[in-house]
């Protein structure tokens, strides 16, 4: 029931924030309506980081703890992470082909977001090539180092940038932003969270039974395993 | 706090005494970074001023590629006759194991760059334009940098199927900011442009905070099952 009431928030929500991206948000002045894609790339960004972050926890907490809920919530929150952090990867370059005049730049920004969306890809890949009862731990641990790693990355790639001559600068995005593009940034962002959130939670669920039905799988062969050690 | 240091040594005594007699990891990454060199001296002129520039990203690459033959063999000498699983009951401490592991790799691995540097200069006829003695933190903290979390990621990598496609896997985007350092820093000393302090220091941060992390983390690594 719970779940249902979020599916039609999440729809009814959606549907808004494409009406305020899309017609109530007044037309950029020099990019024109290609600006608009910013109202899909940033409230990505933004749930995409806080999802890494919410993985973050609950790989603490799974350490500590030793609690496979944590686990199959790192999991759920690390695969909808990675899936927004693709559409900002994937967003950005479609806005910066017309504006900038060029689909990438190894921009600060732009790199650490990159990287991020590597080291979760190879967190998720280390998920899937791991076998047995190790899996959560290993995983746990990989999690902690790549999310320590994100402000190392920054850092060293800002440096990196500002020692060359900066491509191409369209001016700060966030500064000056009109009111109405504000409504439809913060929108999209409530949207994109409910979204997020109705994702990680099928995503749990499947965790959870997939969890159940392996325990379910070593009981079965632990009982035949001693059915023929009595007979 | 002495038995760790004595469990450490203990452990990187034997891996010493090992590699000494077989001499494998260092073999095979002197090779493996011979090839590199010579493979991508055909993808532009080695011997051209320009090539200054980009020398020091090749030097790491080929380093890099040659650790990673070197880590992944580091624990599958621990798996055979089970020597792993005896040490995960025995009382000695983790971490020491851990330590002399990645002692072990620093060693090997700095003896395969200090061999192979020559061959560098050599084959593309380099001459640091900057203060040379500088490169001698630049490697020492860089190498430390991949081999403390590369030891710490083969023993993950040491778990799952697939064992050496993983292990650049999950360590080449965590190492992304020590390799641009180690990069810069290097190329910078070559050209002479600028000081590579900010790069150093850099590689300085990252080496204590992910082997303060291994050191938190390995053992519940070493037990996980």
Same mark, same amino acid.
């Given at each position: 029931m719970k779940f249902k009431i979020l599916a039609v928030i999440t729809f009814l929500l959606l549907s808004y924030a494409l009406y305020q991206g899309m017609w109530a948000a007044p037309r950029e002045? %020099?990019?024109?309506?290609?600006?608009?894609?910013f109202y899909y790339h940033v409230p990505s960004a933004w749930t995409s980081f806080l999802c890494f972050f919410a993985n973050f926890i609950a790989s603490i907490i799974y350490l500590a703890r030793r609690n496979l809920k944590a686990d199959a919530f790192a999991v759920s929150t690390a695969e909808v992470g990675v899936v927004f952090c693709t559409v900002v990867l994937v967003t950005g370059p479609l806005w910066a082909r017309?504006?900038?005049?060029? $689909? $990438? %730049? $190894?921009?600060a920004r732009l790199t650490t977001t990159l990287v991020l969306w590597l080291i979760y890809v190879s967190y998720l890949m280390l998920r899937r090539y791991s076998t047995g009862q190790a899996t959560p731990t290993l995983a746990a641990a990989l999690a902690i180092f790549g999310f320590l790693d994100v402000p190392i990355v920054y850092m060293s790639i800002r440096w990196w940038r500002t020692q060359h001559p900066q491509p191409v600068i369209a001016g700060?995005?966030?500064?000056?932003?009109?009111p109405h593009m504000w409504a439809a940034v913060l929108w999209n962002w409530a949207a994109f969270m409910a979204f997020a959130a109705l994702l990680i939670w099928v995503r749990y669920r499947l965790e959870i039974t997939r969890q159940q039905l392996d325990e379910a799988h070593a009981l079965k062969a632990v009982g035949q395993a001693e059915g023929s050690f009595t007979r | 706090m002495t038995s760790l240091a004595a469990v450490t040594a203990s452990n990187l005594r034997k891996d010493v005494r090992l590699e000494w007699r077989s001499k494998d990891a260092v073999n095979a990454m002197l090779f493996f970074a011979l090839l590199v060199v010579v493979i991508f001296s055909f993808a532009f002129? +080695?011997? !051209?001023?320009?090539s200054r520039q980009i020398v020091g990203g090749l030097v790491w690459v080929a380093f890099l590629f040659a650790a990673i033959v070197a880590l992944n063999q580091a624990w599958m000498r621990e798996l055979r006759n089970q020597v792993l699983d005896a040490y995960r009951v025995s +009382? !000695? +401490? !983790?971490n020491a194991l851990f330590l002399g592991k990645a002692l072990g790799n620093f060693l090997f691995i700095s003896v395969v760059e200090a061999l192979l540097m020559p061959l560098f200069v050599v084959f593309y006829n380099l001459r640091p334009v900057g203060p040379a003695w500088q490169l001698v933190p630049v490697f020492l903290l860089g190498t430390w940098a991949l081999v403390v979390v590369g030891t710490f990621f083969a023993a993950i990598s040491l778990?799952?199927?697939s064992r050496e496609v993983m292990l650049p896997l999950i360590l080449f985007p965590i190492s992304i900011p020590a390799l641009l350092a180690m990069v810069e820093a290097t190329t910078m000393v070559l050209t002479g442009t600028e000081t590579p302090r900010f790069w150093i220091t850099l590689l300085l941060v990252y080496d204590v905070i992910f082997t303060t992390v291994c050191l938190l983390l390995f053992e519940t690594v070493l037990h996980a099952e």
């Open positions: 002045a %020099t990019m024109g309506d290609i600006q608009r894609i017309p504006v900038w005049g060029i $689909w $990438w %730049t $190894w921009d700060g995005q966030g500064s000056g932003l009109d | 002129d +080695p011997t !051209a001023e320009e +009382p !000695a +401490p !983790a778990r799952t199927r």
